[in-house]
């Protein structure tokens, strides 16, 4: 009997079943010969899965990050499958947008996007040979829809396919936000009381995993009609303030800037804990937090990526992992479930394939995943399951 060694990202791999079966077919049709694709997204064990399909298919890849997820063991083996990596594991905006411009700089024929980071940049400095690509991400729709026009290509959003908003931001995001809660503090949900703010398909299901773990889960959510739909599923929808002043744990997963800000520091409960499933590191104002008079001083548990700011008053309340993606930080950051990133990188790599062979046109900006790769994608999985 032979034993062998296996890694995280072998696990992951031979998890990503979809991928696996695309994966073999690239190989026989080689749908990016001759191509390359720059890509700007998490890097970690179920990218590699995506990235080596794209290989498969005959893909050149020039890749980055986003802010503060890369892992470094992930860069290692990219490096050592022949794919060009600029990216450290950075929080610093500065450092990111550099590793951004560099993928851009290298002008590939495809970009795979995350959060609107490529596409904008390319928007500014437009080169020739540049098809289209991929936008994974509702916050890098909201972003890239002004620069419709200057971008005029196709561009597919991953985040508007139905799949991706039930698999993947429904019920993964809440589960491994959950998940993260968990594993940073260690300590349970049980008869706790948890504010989600937004309630989109992220905090849908944030706020129902956190109530299956027996919390008392509060939502708020600026649409009235949206907390209306909260309030029918039977969620607390007090009025903001007083969701703040009751929360022994707070979540923010809207999209967007300066959802809990130190404004609200007479407002928090002694004890709180903060932490943001939100794309961009800007839901909690951390910056303001920190360089507030009333901190009177703050406690950093550095291997944790967990800080307490203790207030002049007494009071103290936690902020986990920065205030980036919670699922994406901290000690072994897992992210969402391998079945639901599989799901939403077979979409990715069969849009890619389709803007790859010019079978859709500028007429196409911006806009959600074809009907039918959704339909093709589901049976995929729905055989793979049966
Ligand atoms: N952590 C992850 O792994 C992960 C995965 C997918 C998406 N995301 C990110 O999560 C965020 C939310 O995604 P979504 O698909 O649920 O978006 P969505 O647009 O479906 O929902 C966002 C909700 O937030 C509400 N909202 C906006 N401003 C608000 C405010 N000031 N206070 C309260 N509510 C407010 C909106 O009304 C909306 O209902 C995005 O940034 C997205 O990129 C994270």
Redesign the pocket.
């Known amino acids: 009997m032979m034993n062998n060694t296996a890694t995280r990202i072998d696990w992951i791999g031979n998890s990503c079943r979809l991928l696996k079966a695309t994966s073999a077919e690239f190989e026989r049709t080689r749908p990016f010969a001759g191509l390359s694709i720059g890509t700007g997204i998490h890097l970690e064990p179920k990218t590699v899965a995506l990235l080596m399909t794209l290989l498969a298919g005959g893909a050149k890849l020039v890749c980055t990050g986003n802010l503060n997820s890369t892992q470094p063991a992930t860069v290692d083996y990219l490096q050592s499958q022949g794919v060009t990596v600029f990216a450290t594991q950075t929080t610093d905006p500065a450092e990111h947008h550099r590793n951004l411009e560099a993928v851009v700089d290298a002008r590939p024929d495809l970009l795979l996007d995350n959060?609107g980071d490529l596409f904008a940049i390319a928007a500014e400095r437009p080169y020739a040979n540049l098809l289209g690509g991929t936008e994974?991400?509702?916050?890098?729709r909201?972003r890239l829809l002004p620069m419709r026009e200057k971008l005029n290509m196709p561009i597919l959003v991953i985040?508007d396919s139905p799949i991706?908003?039930f698999a993947?931001?429904?019920h993964?995001?809440g589960q491994?936000?959950f998940e993260s809660y968990m594993r940073f503090t260690n300590r349970s949900t049980n008869g706790k009381r948890v504010t989600v703010?937004?309630?989109?398909?992220?905090?849908?299901g944030t706020a129902a995993c956190f109530r299956n773990a027996f919390s008392t889960v509060s939502v708020?959510?600026?649409?009235p009609v949206?907390a209306l739909e909260a309030h029918l599923d039977g969620f607390v929808t007090p009025r903001?303030e007083e969701a703040i002043r009751s929360a022994d744990v707070l979540v923010?997963?809207?999209?967007?800037p300066?959802?809990v800000t130190a404004a609200d520091l007479p407002l928090l409960k002694d004890g709180a804990i903060l932490m943001?499933?939100?794309?961009?590191p800007w839901?909690i104002d951390v910056a303001g937090f920190r360089a507030h008079s009333d901190v009177a001083h703050i406690e950093r548990y550095e291997t944790d990526a967990m800080e307490a700011l203790h207030l002049s008053d007494g009071r103290k309340f936690h902020i986990l992992g920065g205030g980036h993606?919670?699922?994406?930080a901290g000690p072994r950051p897992l992210?969402?479930s391998v079945e639901s990133m599989d799901l939403g990188f077979t979409l990715q790599a069969r849009c890619l394939e389709r803007v790859a062979k010019g079978e859709v046109g500028a007429e196409c900006c911006i806009v959600p995943v074809p009907k039918d790769i959704d339909a093709a994608v589901a049976s995929a999985y729905l055989d793979l399951a049966r």
């Open positions: 959060g994974e991400t509702t916050s890098g909201t985040n991706k908003q993947e931001n429904k993964a995001v491994s936000l703010f937004g309630y989109g398909a992220c905090g849908r708020v959510d600026i649409d949206t903001r923010t997963v809207t999209g967007f300066d959802i943001n499933g939100g794309h961009f839901e993606m919670a699922n994406l992210g969402n």
